[in-house]
């Protein structure tokens, strides 16, 4: 990724965490171009698909400036495009002394996001279904002896109003499911990719995963 002299970023600014995909099926060529959020520097920037710096996406100045979150790496953690709020980005924590974690950008709508684990449960991945319903990935991560459990949950938007259904959760017992995943993204029907974070740790994989939720349709949205 480039700033806007075309030099890649770097240190704090270089933290991407979510990324988005725009006119990445209107059948144009070449006109796909790629959203990303960012932690340490709570930004959103949009993107060519050779990552040369177009716009920044416009912010509130609660979210633009890093102070209001939990801490410098708490906060933009996913992202994903949505046809009745453009783009929904989530902080992986609730912002400083409030209990909102999920924006709709740039018109600002706040949610809370409840996490299945409310003290170590943080939102790390956010992507939309085909009828505008969101699916959220939750990681929870209480310790190194504990494992990681990763939830997903269905957000379903009524007038506003956030109304939460979970779908799955894969405890350390899972074994393959044990990891670090960090994003979520839709294909078709019941059918995900999910991808882990190795934090370039040697005792931790980066792994790509597709699967399914059986009995998804049951819970969408008309």
């Known amino acids: 990724m480039q700033d806007k002299k075309g030099k890649p970023v770097r240190y704090k600014f270089s933290d991407s965490e979510g990324l988005a995909l725009i006119n990445s099926s209107n059948g144009i060529a070449d006109d796909t171009q790629?959203?990303?959020?960012?932690?340490r520097r709570s930004r959103i920037i949009r993107y060519s698909v050779d990552g040369v710096w177009q716009a920044s996406i416009p912010l509130p100045n609660h979210l633009s400036d890093?102070?209001?979150?939990?801490s410098e790496n708490k906060s933009f953690e996913a992202i994903t495009e949505h046809s009745q709020y453009d783009f929904l980005v989530g902080s992986e924590r609730p912002l400083e002394n409030k209990t909102t974690n999920l924006f709709a950008i740039p018109k600002l709508h706040e949610w809370s996001f409840i996490p299945e684990n409310e003290e170590y449960g943080s939102l790390v991945g956010l992507t939309t279904l085909g009828n505008g319903d969101v699916i959220a990935l939750e990681r929870s991560f209480p310790?190194?002896?504990?494992?990681i459990t990763n939830t997903i949950h269905l957000l379903k938007f009524n007038q506003h109003q956030l109304i939460q259904d979970k779908l799955a959760q894969f405890r350390p017992?899972?074994?393959?499911?044990?990891?670090?995943?960090?994003?979520?993204a839709w294909h078709k029907g019941n059918?995900?990719?999910m991808i882990s974070d190795d934090n370039d740790n040697a005792l931790q994989r980066?792994?790509?995963?597709?699967f399914s939720i059986e009995g998804l349709e049951e819970h969408l949205s008309n």
């Open 173 to 184: 017992t899972n074994q393959l499911f044990n990891d670090n995943f960090e994003g979520i």
């Open 34 to 39: 790629l959203i990303v959020s960012y932690e």
């Open 66 to 70: 890093i102070s209001y979150f939990q």
């Open 143 to 147: 310790g190194i002896f504990a494992g």
């Open 191 to 193: 059918h995900f990719f």
């Open 206 to 210: 980066s792994l790509l995963i597709y």
